[in-house]
Structure formats: C-alpha cells, structure tokens
C-alpha cells in the first residue's frame, strides 16, 4: 500500500525557516511527479511547489517563489520542501501528493499524505 508520510512542520516565528520531508513507501519516486499543498483554515487547498518527473521541472505558487524551495532525493524516495523567510499567511497544514502528471500543480494527484502542520507566529 503506498504511504505518503509528511515531518517537518511546527512553530516558528516569522522569518525562520523550516524543511518539511515526504518519505513514500511502495512507490517507486522516480517515475512520480510530486508536490506540496496546503490548506488554511477557511481556505481552499492550494498548490505550493511543485516537481515533476524526467526533467525535475519545478512549479511555485507566486506567493512562494523566492522563498520555498522544493527538491527529491530518489535514491531515498523523499521529497523536501525549503521554506525561509516564512510569514504568518504560510499558517496552513501542509501536504504532499504524487502522481504521474506532469501537471501536477494543478491540484490532482492520485497519492496524498496526511499531512503537517505549519505554524508562523508574527
């Protein structure tokens, strides 16, 4: 059964930084395009960052690009999301997703993780 399993959220102040990972099980990363979501409070789930498969093509939501940065490591089948210079507004719980799209970015995948919690303070 694949297993999408996020780490790395908690409280900071804003300006820090943090590193969240994405560790799959039963799911070969390489052929996978993967990304970050997240979900405030109210608010509907977004598209963070994004990576695909084959060329490593990157995606970022314009409120993130500078900021965050995502990368995936296939020999240890985890994806990572830099986030510095992080901002109350990032508050959200943060999840990660594969499929096989390239298009990913868009919102549809067939994996999703259960998600971590990212807390800015002002």
């Known amino acids: 059964q694949v297993q999408l399993v996020e780490s790395g959220g908690g409280l900071v102040q804003a300006g820090g930084s943090l590193r969240l990972s994405c560790a799959a099980s039963e799911l070969t990363l390489s052929y996978f395009s993967m990304g970050w979501f997240r979900q405030a409070p109210g608010k509907e789930r977004e598209s963070v960052a994004a990576i695909t498969w084959g060329d490593y093509a990157t995606h970022y939501a314009d409120s993130v690009k500078g900021r965050f940065t995502i990368s995936r490591d296939n020999a240890k089948n985890t994806v990572y999301l830099q986030m510095n210079s992080l901002k109350p507004e990032d508050t959200a719980v943060y999840y990660c997703?594969?499929?096989?799209?390239?298009?990913?970015?868009?919102?549809?995948?067939?994996?999703w993780g259960q998600g971590t919690q990212v807390t800015v303070s002002s």
């Open positions: 997703a594969a499929d096989t799209s390239v298009r990913i970015h868009e919102g549809k995948a067939k994996y």
